[in-house]
């Protein structure tokens, strides 16, 4: 599905996995993540941001800039995720004074943590596993296991924090320039996807050629233009629906890009399996 992921709990924990799906959509959602790439090959796209991956490598993300990884057919992909909602953690971080262990998320919202898999590393991955344990035996009702999976989340966000530090949070040097022109691309989208766009059009401010730019940005990041472009409309879609309770969804639609209210209506059932207004009713809900 593209668009937002609905995981609707307060924690989920994947530890070493490597099933390959092909068609893993542009998604977002309101959970942060902590993503640990251990072997195998994925180009991973964040808002208007290309990371080459290596081994050992820690992305952090606030979960609503649009991320996707893009990985070759046929390869190896392994890698750990912890999804986790800040409400679920933050009383126990206040209790501890530890709330800056948050920051990393709210003020940067994405970034790229490249440990070359170090002892801080090796140390992480063993929390995230011991994590996916207690979580795999555990339910939310169960008070002693939240307790354990919250040490064990603190944790880990103290490792993820020193890892960060030491690494300065700095993002990979000079890129390719097939990796720029991407970007470039992304980024215009991002600043443009609520006008009338076309690939044309994308290709003529950017003074590239359209067949290339369909073709790079494919290449580089496992989708199309247009299919991009949807993307980034929908996610402030469900932006507006949870934060403007109150904008008519005609507005929604106008600002977010749509022409058609018909259309938007349609695509977005499609792509989220509700429509607009009972996706409203349920984020208000929570």
């Known amino acids: 599905m593209q668009g937002r992921v609905m995981i609707n709990q307060p924690l989920m924990v994947n530890y070493r996995m490597d099933k390959h799906w092909q068609h893993i959509d542009y998604h977002s959602h309101q959970e942060y993540e902590i993503y640990f790439f251990h072997a195998g090959s994925c180009r991973y796209l964040i808002h208007d941001q290309i990371y080459e991956l290596k081994a050992g ?26 999804h986790f909602s800040p409400q679920w953690i933050e009383n126990a971080l206040k209790e501890l004074d530890g709330l800056h262990l948050l920051d990393v998320f709210r003020q940067l919202h994405y970034c790229l943590i490249r440990t070359s898999e170090n002892e801080g590393s090796k140390q992480l991955e063993k929390l995230i596993s011991r994590l996916e344990e207690v979580y795999r035996s555990a339910n939310m009702a169960d008070n002693r296991k939240e307790a354990e999976m919250k040490i064990l989340l603190l944790q880990i966000l103290v490792n993820v924090n020193h890892l960060g530090e030491a690494d300065s949070l700095k993002l990979p040097g000079k890129k390719a320039e097939k990796e720029e022109h991407a970007e470039n691309i992304a980024s215009y989208i991002q600043g443009n996807y609520s006008r009338k766009l076309s690939v044309a059009s994308i290709a003529d401010a950017l003074s590239l050629s359209k067949s290339y730019t369909s073709h790079i940005f494919k290449e580089m990041t496992g989708f199309t233009i247009m299919e991009y472009v949807m993307g980034c409309r929908l996610n402030r879609v469900k932006y507006l629906l949870e934060t403007e309770p109150d904008k008519a969804l005609k507005e929604v639609a106008h600002e977010s890009g749509f022409e058609s209210i018909s259309h938007f209506s349609r695509y977005f059932r499609e792509k989220v399996g509700v429509t607009p207004k009972v996706y409203r009713e349920l984020r208000q809900k929570k």
Do not use: T
């Open 57 to 82: 490598d820690i992305l952090l993300m606030d979960g609503m800039a649009l991320h996707k990884p893009n990985i070759p057919p046929n390869s190896e992909y392994i890698r750990s995720h912890v």
